[in-house]
């Protein structure tokens, strides 16, 4: 049977990354469409908590290898366990996280196997697809959705004749939902000592130095983000003044970011953290492509903005126009009254 594989990311905590259960979610949508097999790959030392959490998402088998040299995560020996499952499996698509390991080992796969890959999707669909040269059609494909050019379009990618069809996708673009009726997976375990040699732990982790992060966007139900528009840093205090009325976060533009007015960690859109807060309050923020990438999901938007004719108004649920010297401090007043 034909199958779609989703690569599972153990962060440090020894948990699934939330990207890697977002994309079993959107895994098991596309998988029901297309009639496909779910399936997962789970590589590390201790695997049991997280083949739990994965049995959560309707996933159908688990590719598992359990050793102590797969955590922390090492370049070789993780590819060659995927291309081992993707040799004997053939899946029809597979995913992985856009982040650092998932940018590493998703084009080395890519490139061993000679097949497509899209990085940095914003979106997964399915579709069909007419070769206009040979007039040749193609039913179900993996519609890969990303912004291009520098944000300024938004284009859709097909593999029409390359297997499986593999794309990273961002973290927080898809929904992360559990399945209602839960099932357990069927485990088919590989023999790492099998496929590995001494040859793939040619790199040797000595010592590692982890910061953790100083603000955590994805979870902040409120977020005050402030753009170019905003001005100066000492502005940005109002942004903070109104994020600790509501108990929100504050967040930025990349153009805000590299005025100097906010610190990077903060930065939302396409070069930064994809958002989908209950409220979303934009100030200063024309609205570019690539913002709006990263928090086009929210529940409520209002924007701020002294120009009417800003392209985010026309996605935002309340438009303000005016200067946020003047609005943001009467909103305040209102929340506190």
């Known amino acids: 049977m034909k199958k779609i594989i989703v690569y599972c990311e153990i962060t440090e905590e020894k948990q699934i990354a939330e990207v890697s259960l977002e994309l079993l979610s959107k895994g098991r949508k596309l998988a029901e469409k297309l009639h496909l097999q779910l399936e997962a790959m789970l590589f590390s030392d201790e695997v049991k908590g997280a083949v739990d959490r994965i049995n959560d998402f309707g996933v159908d088998v688990i590719h598992l290898a359990e050793h102590i040299t797969l955590f922390p995560y090492c370049t070789l020996p993780h590819f060659k366990l995927v291309k081992a499952v993707f040799e004997q499996e053939k899946p029809e698509i597979a995913l992985f996280g856009a982040t650092s390991v998932g940018r590493d080992l998703a084009p080395r796969i890519a490139s061993t196997l000679r097949c497509g890959l899209t990085a940095d999707c914003t979106a997964l669909e399915i579709g069909d697809h007419t070769e206009t040269k040979t007039n040749t059609a193609y039913k179900d494909l993996l519609y890969q959705i990303r912004p291009a050019f520098g944000g300024n379009i938004i284009a859709t990618i097909v593999n029409p004749e390359t297997r499986p069809q593999m794309a990273t996708v961002r973290e927080g673009v898809m929904k992360m ?23 793939d732990f040619a790199v040797e982790i000595l010592e590692r130095h982890i910061e953790a992060p100083k603000v955590n966007l994805k979870a902040a139900n409120i977020i005050v983000a402030g753009g170019y528009g905003v001005g100066s840093k000492e502005n940005f205090d109002l942004l903070y003044d109104l994020a600790s009325v509501f108990g929100g976060e504050v967040a930025a533009t990349r153009a805000a970011v590299d005025a100097g ?31 709006r990438a990263g928090m086009d999901q929210a529940a409520k938007i209002i924007s701020i903005n002294t120009d009417p004719n800003a392209p985010l108004n026309a996605i935002a649920d309340y438009a303000i126009i005016g200067d946020i010297k003047e609005v943001i401090p009467k909103m305040i007043n209102s929340i506190k009254n």
């Open 261 to 291: 007015f906010c610190e990077h960690e903060r930065q939302v859109g396409q070069t930064g953290v994809t958002v989908r807060p209950k409220l979303y309050i934009a100030c200063g923020i024309s609205g570019a492509v690539q913002h």
């Open 177 to 199: 939902e559990e399945v209602k009726q839960k099932k357990t997976a069927e485990i088919k375990r590989l023999d790492v000592e099998k496929y590995l040699t001494l040859e």
